[in-house]
T-cell receptor, first 112, second 113 residues
Framework: SAVISQKPSRDICQRGTSLTIQCQVD?????MFWYRQQPGQSLTLIAT?????????ESGFVIDKFPISRPNLTFSTLTVSNMSPEDSSIYLC?????????FGPGTRLTVL | QKEVEQNSGPLSVPEGAIASLNCTYS??????FFWYRQYSGKSPELIMF????GDKEDGRFTAQLNKASQYVSLLIRDSQPSDSATYLC?????????????FGGGTRLMVKP
C-alpha cells in the first residue's frame, strides 16, 4: 500500500479565489493522479501529474483552471483557480504502486 | 467512449447473506479490474483486484471476471453491517496516455442486522 497525506483536509473558500492542495507520499512513486468527486458522484480523473514535465489533463479539464506541480517523486500540488460554487467537491490525490492505485484522504472544498 | 457501468442501488441484504455487486465495461482493451470500498465521507479503499478470467478469493470477498462478457463482479459472503458502503468498480486501460483508471458510478450496499 502507500501512505498518502493531503492538506488541507477541508476548506471553505470565496468565489473567485484559488486554493492549492498538497499531496505527500511516504516513498517515491512514478505515477500520481488527481481526481474530483462531486457530491453523490463517482470519481473523475482530472490529470496525471508527471515529474519533470507538464501534467496530462483529461477531457474537460484545463491547465489554466487546475494547474498542477510535481517537483519530485513524493509530492504534488493541485490548484483550483478562480473558483465557483460548481467547484465544490472532494479532491483526491492517488498514487500507483505495483499496478494498484491508492488514494489519499481527500480535500473537501466548499465554494460560497 | 470508455465506460464502466454499475447499478447505483441501494442493494439491501440481510446480515449473513451473500451480497453480489456487478459491473460491466465497454472497452475490450481493459486489462485489470479493481473493486474499491468507500465509506461515507472517506476516500476509496482498495479491496480486490483481478486480471485474469475466473474467480479470485480473498477472505469473505470473491472477485469474478468474464472478459468475453465484459463483466466483473464482487461477492461478499457472510455480509456484515460494517460492509455497508459504496462499492466502486474501476477498470484499468493502458493506452498512449499511460495507465488510465476509469470508475463506475458505484453501488451502495446496505447490510441490515
Amino acid at each position: 500500500s502507500a501512505v498518502i497525506s493531503q492538506k488541507p483536509s477541508r476548506d471553505i473558500c470565496q468565489r473567485g479565489t484559488s486554493l492549492t492542495i498538497q499531496c505527500q507520499v511516504d516513498s517515491q512513486v512514478t505515477m500520481m493522479f488527481w481526481y474530483r468527486q462531486q457530491p453523490g458522484q463517482s470519481l473523475t480523473l482530472i490529470a496525471t501529474a508527471n515529474q519533470g514535465s507538464e501534467a496530462t489533463y483529461e477531457s474537460g479539464f484545463v491547465i489554466d483552471k487546475f494547474p498542477i506541480s510535481r517537483p519530485n517523486l513524493t509530492f504534488s500540488t493541485l490548484t483550483v483557480s478562480n473558483m465557483s460554487p460548481e467547484d465544490s467537491s472532494i479532491y483526491l490525490c492517488s498514487v500507483e504502486r505495483a499496478g494498484e492505485q491508492f488514494f489519499g484522504p481527500g480535500t473537501r472544498l466548499t465554494v460560497l | 467512449q470508455k465506460e464502466v457501468e454499475q447499478n447505483s442501488g441501494p442493494l439491501s441484504v440481510p446480515e449473513g447473506a451473500i451480497a453480489s455487486l456487478n459491473c460491466t465495461y465497454s472497452d475490450r482493451g481493459s486489462q485489470s479490474f479493481f473493486w474499491y470500498r468507500q465509506y461515507s465521507g472517506k476516500s476509496p479503499e482498495l479491496i480486490m483486484f483481478i486480471y485474469s478470467n475466473g474467480d479470485k478469493e480473498d477472505g469473505r470477498f470473491t472477485a469474478q471476471l468474464n472478459k468475453a462478457s465484459q463483466y466483473v463482479s464482487l461477492l461478499i459472503r457472510d455480509s456484515q453491517p460494517s460492509d455497508s458502503a459504496t462499492y466502486l468498480c474501476a477498470v484499468n486501460i493502458v493506452d498512449n496516455a499511460g495507465n488510465m483508471l476509469t470508475f463506475g458510478g458505484g453501488t451502495r450496499l446496505m447490510v441490515k442486522p
